[in-house]
């Protein structure tokens, strides 16, 4: 199967869905690694656990303050989310 991107804007928004889904997965891993269920980790994180699951699937946090609950909920520390923030970074680029 091939992909034909038509455009610069495509182009940008398969670079953001695709780091987003990066990110998803980190944030993915992270959970499971500590053992939490999708509710635990979003009743820690403040969220809803429909947003939470959200960002499993690709949907980048908005805000700084929803990106530290999440780095909080899964103990990252901040070296770790730093660099899965930097490593990430075109997801929110556009």
């Keep these: 199967m091939s992909m034909m991107i038509r ?3 495509d182009l940008s928004l398969a670079r953001r ?3 987003g889904r990066m990110f998803g997965l980190f944030i993915q891993k992270g959970r499971e690694k500590k053992g939490y269920s999708v509710e ?7 969220m809803e656990p ?4 959200a ?3 690709g949907r ?3 805000t700084a303050a929803e990106l530290r609950s999440m780095a909080r909920a899964l103990e990252f520390s901040e070296v770790q989310f730093d660099n899965v923030l930097r490593l990430c970074r075109d997801a929110w680029e556009g």
């Design 7 to 9: 455009n610069q804007h």
């Design 17 to 19: 869905q695709i780091w």
């Design 40 to 46: 635990q980790a979003a009743r820690l994180a403040c």
């Design 50 to 53: 429909a947003v939470w699951t």
């Design 55 to 57: 960002c499993e699937a």
């Design 60 to 62: 980048v946090p908005e």
